[in-house]
C-alpha cells in the first residue's frame, strides 16, 4: 500500500493546541486585518519577576491583537501559557483590561467590537499576588462592561487551561467554547489534593481531572457553549459564529435562581458522579432550563 | 495561622448590624441583613464558617458554591427592588470581608465553583454599574477565590489595621509549597516585594484601598471604635456616590501612581497604539 | 540574574526588517531582532542562569562569523542550551528576511 492519496482528515488538520499564544491569536482574524498592540518590541516587561531572579518575557506573557473577524471588528487577548503558567501579572492584567475597556469605548461609539480570551492560565502570577489579583478582579469588572455591547468569548484549548481567579473570567464571558483536552475550573488538581488531602482529590489520576474539569463535561453540563476539536479552521469557525452571533439573550452568570437551585438539589452526602451529574443537568437544560 | 478565620466578620456584622444569624432561606454561612448606616438603609453581607455545612470543604469559612449563589441572589433582590430609584436612593451595599479562601473541594469543582463565584462577582459589580454603593470592609483575611466572589468588586475598599488582617493570592503555607521557598523567605521576600507582602501596610501601598482604620481591639470593638468605623464607611459611601461606577479610582491615588507605574504605561501605550490600529 | 552585553562592529549589512522568536518557558528563550541605528551589532541577553558568560561569547562568536546583519537583539533567557540558542537565532535569521 502506498502512501499516495492516503491523507486522513486529521493529518490534514491544523493543531491548534500546538501554536504558542500568539500564533493562536492571529490565526482567528481575517487575512491581512490583524495587528499586534504593545507587542514584543514594546518590551511593557513585569519590574516584579528580575527583583527575584526570575527572566520576564517582552509582552509579559499577553499578547493583543486587533483585527476583523468574519469582517467585524475583534480584539484578541491571548495568554501564553509556557511563561509562568499563563499567570496573570501587573503588566499583562493591565494589558488586558486596557483592550477591553477600549473595546467597549469603541462599541458604545457605536463600533461593536468582539473580544475573544484565549485562556491558558493557572490564574494570579504568585511573584506579583496581590497586582495580578487585583488585575483580576479588573478583568471581570471590564469583560461585564463589555458584554453589554458586544460579545465576550473566552476559548480554553490546553494544555495549561483555565484555572484561578481567571476561571471567573470564563465565568462570566457571554460564550465559553473548550477543546476536549481544556480544563476549567476555579482549584486545579494539585491545589485540591493539597489543601484538602489526596482522598478529596487524587492529582495524579488524569481520568478523574477530565471527568471533573474536562471539555467534554464542561460541556455537557451547559458551564460552557461549545466543544472543539483540536483544528485552528474548527476554533476558528467558532468563533466567527460567535462574534456574528453578537451577545446572548441571557449571561450563565446571571442566572442566580437557575443555579441556586440546582445546588440546593445536589446530594453533597458523598462525591458527586461527574456523568450522573452531567446527565442530571443536560435532560434539565433541554426542558427550557438554560439558554 | 493568627486567630479563627471567620470570627471577626461575624462579630462585625454583629455589631453593624444587629443581626448574628442568616435568613432562613439562606445557608447558615451566608449573613445578609438590611440595616441602617449614616441616615439610610443598607445591605449588608457576610461570610462566616458553619462547621455543620453538607459541603465539608466550607465549614471553616471557605467561599463555596451555597456561598457564591447566596451572595448573588441577595444583591440581585437589591437591584430590582431598586431598579427604577435615582442613583442617590440606590441603596449601599456592604461586604464584610473576612474569608479564608475559596472552597477546595472535589464537590465544588464538579457542580462548577467557578460559575458560582463568578454570579456573585457579576452580582457585586452589576450593582456598583448599576450605581449602588458598594463597599468592602476587610475586617480579617481577604484572599484570592474568596474575596474575587466577595468584596473585591467594591466602588471602595477600607481594611482594619491590624497584624490579623490579610489580604492576598495564596496563604502563606500554600505558597511556600508550590513556589518551593520557606514561609521565612516569603516573608522576606514580601518586604522587598510590596506585591507580594502579607502585611496590610504594604498592601495599603499599592493604592488599591480607600482608608486603612486602626482599632485596639478588632473582635470586640467598643461603642467608639464602632462608631468610627460605621463614619468611615458611611464617608466611602458619599465618596462611592460622586465617583465613577467602574474600578478606575483603583489607579488614581499618588500610591497606585507608584506601585502600579508599569501597568499605567501598558495602558497608555495600549490607547495610544489602538487609535492607530 | 545577569544582564550581558557584546557588540560587534563589523556587521554592517542593513536588516530588511525585524524579528521575534521564541517564548521565555523553562529551558527556552524569547529573541528580538531589530535593525541597530548606528554600525554595527549589538546584544544584549537578560538571563536567569549566572555564570555563563563565556558559553555566550562562544555562542555569538560563531554567530557573527556567518551572519552580518546591523542588528540589536535583544535575549530573554531562562536557561536555554547553546543549541537551542543558535536554533532560536537561525529562525529569527529566517524571519528578517522574509
Not at chain 2, 486567630?3 to 444587629?18: C, D, S
Not at chain 2, 442617590?88 to 464537590?107: F, L, M, N, T, W
Not at chain 2, 522576606?188 to 482599632?215: E, T
Not at chain 2, 461603642?223 to 461606577?245: C, L
Request: negative net charge; proline residues 4%; charged residues 25%.
Amino acid at each position: 500500500m502506498t502512501t499516495t492519496g492516503f491523507s486522513p482528515l486529521f493529518v490534514q488538520r491544523k493543531s491548534f493546541i500546538e501554536l504558542n499564544g500568539r500564533r493562536r491569536a492571529y490565526a482567528l482574524f481575517d487575512e491581512n486585518t490583524a495587528t499586534e498592540l504593545v507587542g514584543p518590541f514594546d518590551r511593557a516587561e513585569s519590574p516584579w519577576l528580575p527583583m527575584q531572579g526570575v527572566a520576564p518575557q517582552s509582552d509579559d506573557g499577553c499578547i493583543v491583537i486587533k483585527g476583523k473577524i468574519s469582517g467585524k471588528p475583534a480584539v484578541a487577548i491571548s495568554l501564553e501559557g509556557a511563561f509562568q503558567g499563563g499567570s496573570i501579572g501587573e503588566v499583562s492584567g493591565a494589558k488586558m483590561v486596557a483592550a477591553l475597556d477600549l473595546a467597549t469605548i469603541d462599541s458604545k461609539a457605536g463600533k461593536p467590537t468582539a473580544a475573544i480570551l484565549l485562556l491558558e492560565t493557572g490564574g494570579v502570577r504568585l511573584q506579583e499576588a496581590n497586582l495580578g489579583l487585583a488585575a483580576i478582579a479588573e478583568v471581570i469588572a471590564s469583560i461585564l462592561e463589555l458584554r453589554q455591547h458586544a460579545p465576550v468569548i473566552t476559548v480554553i484549548a490546553g494544555t495549561v487551561g483555565c484555572f484561578g481567579g481567571m476561571a471567573l473570567a470564563a465565568g462570566v464571558s457571554s460564550y465559553v467554547v473548550m477543546m476536549r483536552e481544556a480544563r476549567l475550573g476555579l482549584n486545579g488538581p494539585e491545589v485540591i489534593e493539597q489543601e484538602s488531602g489526596k482522598d478529596e482529590f487524587d492529582a495524579s489520576d488524569r481520568a478523574l481531572i477530565w471527568a471533573i474539569h474536562g471539555g467534554e463535561q464542561r460541556v455537557g453540563m451547559g458551564l460552557a457553549d461549545e466543544l472543539v476539536e483540536d483544528s485552528v479552521d474548527a476554533i476558528g469557525s467558532a468563533v466567527q459564529r460567535f462574534v456574528t452571533a453578537g451577545k446572548p439573550a441571557q449571561h450563565r452568570s446571571e442566572q442566580v435562581e437557575l443555579y441556586r437551585q440546582r445546588i440546593a438539589d445536589l446530594d453533597s452526602s458523598r462525591q458527586i458522579d461527574p456523568l450522573a451529574l452531567r446527565e442530571q443537568w443536560r435532560s434539565l437544560d433541554s426542558k427550557g432550563g438554560t439558554r | 495561622m493568627s486567630e479563627h478565620i471567620g470570627l471577626r466578620g461575624k462579630a462585625w456584622f454583629q455589631v453593624l448590624t444587629g443581626r448574628d444569624r442568616a435568613r432562613k432561606e439562606d445557608p447558615a454561612s451566608v449573613l445578609a441583613a438590611d440595616a441602617t448606616i449614616g441616615d439610610e438603609l443598607a445591605l449588608f453581607l457576610c461570610v462566616i464558617p458553619n462547621p455543620e455545612s453538607r459541603f465539608p470543604c466550607v465549614r471553616d469559612g471557605q467561599v463555596g458554591l451555597e456561598e457564591g449563589y447566596a451572595l448573588a441572589y441577595r444583591i440581585r433582590e437589591v437591584l430590582n427592588a431598586d431598579k427604577d430609584k435615582p442613583k442617590s436612593q440606590k441603596r449601599p451595599i456592604i461586604a464584610i470581608v473576612d474569608v479564608k479562601s475559596q472552597a477546595y473541594g472535589r464537590r465544588e469543582e464538579t457542580a462548577g465553583l467557578f460559575l458560582a463565584a463568578a454570579a456573585s462577582s457579576d452580582a457585586y459589580a452589576s450593582a456598583r454599574m448599576a450605581g449602588h454603593p458598594v463597599i468592602a470592609f476587610v475586617v480579617g483575611h481577604a484572599f484570592s477565590g474568596g474575596f474575587l466572589t466577595h468584596g473585591y468588586q467594591a466602588n471602595r475598599i477600607l481594611a482594619l489595621d491590624d497584624a490579623g488582617v490579610t489580604i492576598h493570592a495564596m496563604h502563606k503555607e500554600a505558597a511556600a509549597r508550590i513556589t518551593r521557598r520557606s514561609v521565612e523567605d516569603l516573608e522576606r521576600l514580601g518586604q522587598q516585594i510590596p506585591p507580594m507582602s502579607y502585611n496590610v501596610q504594604d498592601y495599603a501601598k499599592l493604592g488599591l484601598l480607600h482608608q486603612l482604620l486602626h482599632v485596639e481591639s478588632p473582635l470586640e470593638p467598643n461603642q467608639s471604635e464602632v462608631d468610627e468605623a460605621k463614619n468611615a464607611v458611611t464617608a466611602a459611601i458619599a465618596d462611592a456616590r460622586k465617583g465613577s461606577t467602574d474600578l478606575g479610582v483603583r489607579w488614581e491615588s499618588p500610591a497606585a501612581q507608584q506601585s502600579r507605574r508599569a501597568g499605567i504605561a501598558a495602558r497608555a501605550l495600549m490607547e495610544q497604539q489602538w487609535k492607530n490600529a | 540574574m545577569e544582564q550581558i552585553e557584546f557588540h560587534y562592529p563589523a556587521a554592517r549589512r542593513a536588516l530588511k526588517q525585524r524579528a521575534h522568536v521564541g517564548v521565555v518557558g523553562s529551558g527556552d528563550m524569547e529573541v528580538s531582532f531589530e535593525p541597530s541605528a548606528q554600525d554595527g551589532a549589538h546584544v544584549s541577553i537578560t538571563t536567569s542562569v549566572n555564570g555563563y558568560r563565556d558559553t555566550w561569547k562562544a555562542v555569538f562568536d560563531r554567530f557573527f562569523s556567518r551572519f552580518d546583519g546591523a542588528v540589536n537583539i535583544h535575549i530573554n533567557d531562562a536557561g536555554a542550551t547553546p543549541g537551542s540558542v543558535l536554533l532560536r537565532l537561525e529562525q529569527a535569521v529566517e524571519e528578517t528576511e522574509q
